[in-house]
């Protein structure tokens, strides 16, 4: 079906889902845009490469971007964090509809296409996750399999991480590929009390660290173990491990003592490793 086409049909489903007076989805310059609280939305896409080869592209990581009214400079405003509970799922959801539309003209069978869902989103949808999304990938004529929801594990929701592994278990079981990041800022006993033993009640497909989380020193033998703990216990999982925001030659090698499988950042778009990464024009 054409871009304009697809517009068009989710223009009309969220209009009237929302209640919508105007339209929150435009094209623009070839690149779809969406609409909320006065920004303007569009998306952003990052290659993930293997590790051992980074010429090789496995998929895209598609990240928000928020432009005030006529402004071409990003916004550094916190979209999610201006929602409340009631329009989080709406907006989670029509940020994820700007993204695949963006992505389906360059898209390959064979790759994978990043999606983060906040926490809030899951936590907010009681059952059937993914049902909605389907969808809007089966329209776009792409594969659950190939589309990865990230979700990110902080200790903002710790007492609702039984309702967080929930959620990823159903869209696991929808067919949809599974990522977790855990806050590379979180305390060392968050680290031991629930990231090792999250891993071990969900394998996900993929799990994605920031070299931060073990570039510095830690600064006691214990907090080293922790950190190596983890580690080991990703390796040890049929999942794969990605390092991201690798920016210069020492996360690089960083990455390779970690032992990542996929790796993603500018550093590799520097080296002129395929493709940069790709821009929604504001």
Known sequence: ????????????????????????????????????????????????????????IVGHDAQLQAFQPDDKQATAARVFFGADAASIVSLDRLCRTIHMLNYLPTAHENEYLFLQVHPRHVLGVKRNHGAYFEEVIFRCGLSPRRVAITVLITPVYGLQLISLLEGLKNYQTRGYATAIK???KASESFLERYCIEFLYR????????????FSSLP???????????LLSVIHSLDTEFLVEGIENEKDAILAE????????????????????????LP
């Open 202 to 213: 969900i394998t996900p497909d993929f799990v994605r660290l920031d070299p931060s989380f």
């Open 182 to 184: 855990f806050d590379d």
């Open 219 to 229: 600064r006691s033998e214990k907090e080293y173990r922790r950190k190596t703990s």
């Open 1 to 56: 079906m054409p871009l304009q086409d697809l517009v068009e049909y989710f223009n009309q489903r969220i209009s009237e889902e929302q209640g919508l007076r105007e339209p929150p989805l435009t094209v623009q310059a070839g690149q779809v845009e969406g609409r909320f609280g006065g920004l303007r939305l569009a998306s952003e896409f990052h290659p993930i490469r293997r590790a051992d080869s980074p010429e090789h």
């Open 257 to 280: 003592v970690l032992r990542a499988d996929l790796v993603k950042g500018s550093y590799y778009e520097a080296q002129g490793n395929g493709a940069k990464h790709r821009k929604a």
